[in-house]
């Protein structure tokens, strides 16, 4: 059979990545696909990576719409990034009837609805496996692997940088601004880390993994993101002491009033699989009611960790060439016609336990102030410790765990609790999971 | 689409853990796969097991010969186990033209190369997720999700029952036939547990692995299998103390001179996440040249979650049956005329790692004699020490960890050690990996 052809937009890191896969590869794809796959036309912005990446017979231009259109290319992989031009890119590949594989998770979380009714319409694929933990095969996992679950809920380490960030405050009781600036030297965070600290990318991904757990359509403006750029030191030592381990979640959750989708620093229990992976790998905890858990673990960025999910992408769409679209995976798992409407709960509606840290005067009654405030709300403690004033303070410090709660239940509390006299300045919360 | 039919062969655990996966989560699995998936006919030696199922309104048989033969049925689900008559069942299915789902692991490892080249022949699908780590989607993982890699190795804990012994072992410092017992009794251990505590179901699923992993035939015959019975819970103790977990391992790997298959007790530092996977449940590591570690955790055995994989298999046969067989997924990944001639080593020429226990008489030159056997062999000591003798006695005990050996050139030091005049009985000898 003769190759398929790919037109690849972008020569960056993944884009370099991927070409160097396929190239080094070529043999060991070739015996499992059954033909070749070869880059056919490349669209770069600097053409000098080109030659550096041994690309030597492929055309080559600076205007990706050209790559797009060309009659020529079977497979359209987008690694631009971006929601612009790589919006218009992939719907113009569709247009002209090409199968789409991408890295792009921004652009999947935010407007994969769009690009997936096109791309029904016109009976091709939009593949995105690098688009979510980078180089573990997670899309596949829950969209085929987990076909036979009702799947119960996800949560997962999506976002190597902050993992990062979190894992070096564990292990080195450092601050998170001098870790952070340590992850940009290392070039594991950009220079604008907000993406990555502030949870957008992880976010991102969480809409994707949501979809195709629980066939619902992407819906990323409903994820509630909160950052880790508030963890201190303190609180990672003090996780550390009740024995957890503070994460950067994302977590999609089915309940009987909907499904929660939230991202966000999490404390969980420390001997847990996930609370021990570290530094930059990512590792996605899937419960699914037949399987019960499942773990997938791996890099979930660089080059060639995210080339490998792009290259399956690009093999399982050469086998599906001339596969009629009817019986296809679908997109999103489950089948167009068939998503369901389940609604996504506010924050204020999720019930999580909580570990709060607050600083009292020291003085009688305090405890009972707290106290008395939870139990107004049914809000029951799982465990408290109070440090005493240091010499010349007469402020006591107070961290209390609770049982589970309304996060609504919560947040009156601890205004409550804010109002009081004798608390001082405001109540460091930290929701806490316990993912068995 | 009307519904696709089921003819199912066995409703033991796995068996009545399908029909009920299948039946409770039919709603979901039909949004998956665009149609219906029933069972229609059954075939069981105690038929009472349908009522209690559930399974009303399915034809029944005792005789399975006449599902496999049914016209109705689309696709065959073998659970009945063992080599035969699993075997000429699902040859018998092959020729009359069905799809074949199987969890059957010493089947596909003994007998897989000649049912795939039967299935190839009639253009049908022999699929066996559910023959390698229960629930995890570990075939498809590799065969599809890792398909732009050379994988280096796969290192798995992939017998729930032996890991549960060790585990207990660890934590509570119980002896072997203590634990086993418990095993047996917990119904996590047959009454004859040969098959798993020997490592035999291990190198069954370690050679469907490897075969999958490096484009190989299934070689179940060349897979070195040691299993743990002969582990002490004085050996797992010393192994903490150095900050090692030992764990039943299946490893394949590739190297310059052919390809090492073995299943052993290993040694592997404590603070890997494959350590720390534990009690019955099983994780897979696989090493691609582009993706690095990745890992699959999961449960490895029990009737639902086994259910979990042999339901994604059938979801993913309904997906193919439309599809023309030169585009499927290969049945051991690579196309079958691209399969590999590589090698398997021979157990001497594997490179590991050892522990070494040995009891010496304490008196002057022993060690020396131990080091020099060691040095003449060129096995250099990477950790080293001594107990000395009880009261009343005049025996010390070494542990010895090495670097990196040829396995003949340890069988020949340890040879040579249990030679020694002051050695008292055998050289206890543990391999050790980094997995790193």
Redesign the interface.
């Given at each position: 059979m003769k190759p398929v052809k790919v037109g690849l937009l972008g020569l960056g890191t993944v884009g370099g990545?991927t070409a160097t896969?396929?190239k080094?590869?070529a043999e060991?794809?070739?015996?499992?696909?059954?033909r070749g796959i070869v880059v056919d036309y490349v669209a770069a912005l600097e053409l000098d990576r080109v030659a550096e990446l041994g690309l030597d017979s492929v055309r080559t231009t600076q205007d990706a719409f050209e790559v797009v259109r060309d009659p020529e290319i079977d497979i359209v992989v987008e690694l631009i990034g971006g929601y612009s031009p790589a919006r218009e890119l992939v719907l113009e590949a569709i247009a002209h009837g090409k199968h789409v594989v991408t890295a792009n998770k921004a652009l999947i979380a935010v407007h994969g609805n769009e690009l997936f009714a096109a791309a029904q319409e016109k009976g091709v694929i939009v593949a995105f496996?690098a688009a979510v933990a980078g180089?573990?095969?997670i899309i596949?996992?829950i969209?085929?692997?987990?076909?036979?679950?009702?799947i119960q809920w996800v949560a997962g380490i999506i976002n190597g940088t902050g993992n990062f960030i979190l894992t070096e405050m564990r292990d080195k009781g450092r601050a998170f601004d001098d870790v952070l600036k340590e992850a940009q030297a290392l070039g594991y965070a950009e220079a604008d880390p907000t993406f990555d600290v502030e949870g957008i990318d992880a976010a991102h991904k969480l809409a994707i993994t949501a979809s195709i757990a629980f066939?619902i359509p992407l819906q990323f403006d409903r994820v509630y993101t909160e950052g880790i750029t508030g963890v201190t030191a303190e609180d990672v030592a003090n996780a550390a002491n009740l024995g957890y381990t503070i994460k950067h979640l994302g977590i999609a959750r089915r309940t009987d009033a909907g499904i929660e989708l939230r991202v966000h620093p999490t404390l969980i229990p420390a001997r847990r699989?996930i609370a021990?992976?570290d530094g930059v790998m990512n590792a996605v905890l899937v419960w699914?009611?037949?399987?019960?858990?499942?773990?997938?673990?791996?890099?979930g960025a660089g080059d060639?960790?995210t080339?490998?999910?792009?290259?399956?992408d690009?093999?399982?769409v050469t086998?599906?060439?001339?596969?009629?679209p009817?019986?296809?995976?679908?997109h999103l798992?489950?089948?167009p016609d068939?998503m369901?409407d389940l609604p996504i709960l506010p924050m204020e509606a999720v019930q999580t336990a909580f570990y709060l840290r607050l600083r009292v005067k020291d003085r009688p009654g305090v405890l009972s102030d707290v106290t008395r405030i939870l139990g107004e709300r049914n809000i029951s403690i799982d465990a408290f410790s109070q440090r005493q004033p240091q010499a010349g303070s007469d402020e006591a410090e107070m961290i209390l765990l609770t049982h589970e709660v309304r996060e609504g239940d919560m947040n009156q509390a601890i205004e409550a609790i804010e109002g009081l006299d004798s608390t001082v300045g405001q109540v460091i919360r930290i929701r806490k999971e316990s993912l068995g």
């Open positions: 990545g896969v396929l080094r590869n060991e794809i070739a015996r499992r696909a059954g496996e180089g573990i095969p596949k996992a969209r085929e692997g987990l076909a036979g679950n009702t066939g699989l021990n992976v699914g009611d037949a399987v019960g858990p499942t773990l997938y673990y791996g890099a060639l960790p080339a490998s999910a792009v290259v399956a690009i093999v399982d086998r599906s060439l001339t596969t009629d009817e019986n296809r995976v679908p798992a489950f089948q068939a369901s």
